[in-house]
């Protein structure tokens, strides 16, 4: 019989891998076949400068995080801290939301249900906002 190769060895057509290495291995092929069955996610980047009326400001985010969950967003950071390493961005804050596609993120960012919330937003913040999307 012959023997089990040391791992990273070749046998045959294949690799033998270490199971820690296994099991990075089918996480990467499970997402790679969810991207492909789902689509690439889609990230909106609020860079918040200044709250012009902080009550409205706050309501705006009481009332936009369940709405980001209806329409199957995620909310990663909201409101982070900001730590620059590098360049002159220096926002007060950011937002970060995912959602499974860019069509799903302005599905919601276009829709009837988040115009009033985003003339409350844009009334009470002044900011910038950015959609990355897939890429590798």
């Known amino acids: 019989p012959e023997a089990t190769p ?21 996480l990467s092929c499970s997402l790679s076949f969810n991207e492909k069955r ?5 990230y909106l980047i609020y860079s918040r400068s200044e709250i012009t009326d902080q ?3 706050l309501r705006y985010g009481e009332l936009v995080i369940p709405q980001i969950r ?16 590098e360049g002159d961005w220096d926002p007060m804050a950011v ?11 302005m599905a919601w960012y276009e ?8 003339r409350m937003r844009l009334e009470s ?12």
């Open 6 to 26: 040391k791992p990273g060895r070749i046998r045959g057509d294949h690799v033998h891998l270490p199971p820690s290495l296994m099991a990075r291995r089918e």
């Open 38 to 42: 789902f689509g690439v996610a889609a």
């Open 55 to 57: 009550s409205k400001s």
């Open 70 to 85: 209806q329409f199957g967003g995620e909310v990663l950071s909201a409101r982070g801290n900001v730590q620059v390493l």
């Open 95 to 105: 937002t970060i939301l995912r959602f499974e596609s860019k069509e799903a993120l």
């Open 111 to 118: 829709s009837p249900e988040y115009a009033p919330l985003k």
């Open 125 to 136: 913040n002044i900011g910038d906002i950015i959609v990355v999307d897939g890429g590798h």
